[in-house]
């Protein structure tokens, strides 16, 4: 008799997120993602092929970062984030949290004006941006989206350069106070998907301590497919994700 499971979050609460970057060039002539802010996850990149990089904004500066075969980059909450695509690149993004960044954990980098309305800002991070979808592609959508959050990027990039964080301090306010409504989803999503995982290793590891090895009764094996079969935009490439796994 094979095992099986309920469709449980992935080992550790994580997302999985296949991107092929954005090989469309902006107006600085690079080519790549949106830059954008997670507020309460943890995001790595794994290079699966090609080659970029991703620049860095915090309160202690301006970075970047060299990406190639292989390499891992991970960054915690509040590091705003620009991927660029200098050759193909596809990387498998994981993402702490799994379902808080799909609940809005991610703030654009609009322009400043922009990020301080909420309804100006829902308006812009929305992927149709208002636009009719009859007559307008998506790729139009997801690329005005994206142009729009590098303009206010630059400032913010710039800014760092000179040694001013007045504007990256300020993007951080404005970014908290057009998520604060949601946290209550976010906290209630954490108390029933993701702090549960931590919580059965823990017993787990309290029955392996006493030589107790009741869990082992529940091994069993899982597969997923992905959750869009066809490639998505996405605010930095074209996106193929998985969900929760469900019996092999």
Known sequence: MTATRQTAPFPGA?????????????????CGGSPHMHTASTEAYLVLA????????TSSGYESHDLALNDLLWF??????????TGNLD????????????????????????VADPGRYARAAALDGG??????????AARTRRDAALAGYQHLKNAALAGNFDAVEQFHRD??????????GWQELWTERIAPEAARTEKWLADLAKG?????????VSRTAPVNPDLVFGMCGMLQKWDSGGPA
């Open 76 to 85: 915690s909450p509040g590091t705003i984030h620009r991927i660029v695509n």
């Open 14 to 30: 994580v997302a999985l997120t296949r991107l092929g970057v954005y090989d469309w060039e902006a107006a600085d002539g690079v």
């Open 50 to 57: 090609g080659t970029g990089r991703v620049e860095t904004v």
């Open 91 to 114: 990387i498998l993004a994981i993402m702490q949290n799994g379902g808080l960044p799909e609940a809005g954990d991610a703030v654009l980098t609009f322009e400043a004006d922009v």
């Open 212 to 220: 107790r090895f009741n869990h082992f009764k529940d091994a069993a």
């Open 131 to 140: 636009s009719d979808p009859a007559s307008e592609p998506p790729s139009h």
């Open 175 to 184: 970014a908290v106070r057009l998520v604060q409504s949601r946290v209550p």
